[in-house]
């Protein structure tokens, strides 16, 4: 396991965070890319969680299986944005859920799960 820094780790001057953690084990084997704005990050993996630094402003996280889900967040400055992935039934694959969540809820639900890398 890689240190976290999610606590440790200061956010540089015009950047936000965003944590991406996935706090179940439902589909555990379909474990979907993540991507800020078009670029591949970490993956919502069960249990796990990861950070990316990005520019403050609106970003894009998205997730794909046979369907390709989004959503928008907002990064403030100096701050973390906190996004739950899940997986919910599909057709053929289960298919990714991302909900932005309130920074105390984020911060509650991701701090047990494992660390798996900064981007």
Not at 47 to 60: C, E, I, L
Not at 76 to 90: H, L, P, Q, T, W
Request: positive net charge; proline residues 6%.
């Amino acid at each position: 396991m890689q240190e976290d820094p999610r606590a440790s780790k200061p956010i540089a001057k015009d950047m936000g965070r965003i944590v991406v953690y996935r706090t179940g084990i439902m589909g555990t084997a379909i474990q979907p890319t993540v991507e800020i704005d078009n670029v591949q990050k970490g993956k919502c993996q069960p249990k796990g969680v990861f950070t990316a630094d990005v520019p403050a402003g609106n970003r894009v996280v998205a997730a794909t299986t046979e369907v390709r889900r989004e959503t928008v967040v907002t990064v403030e400055r100096g701050k973390a944005s906190y996004v739950r992935c899940g997986i919910g039934f599909g057709v053929l694959v289960g298919q990714p859920r991302l909900e932005v969540v309130p920074e105390e809820t984020g911060r509650t639900e991701s701090a047990a799960l494992a660390y798996t890398g900064h981007y």
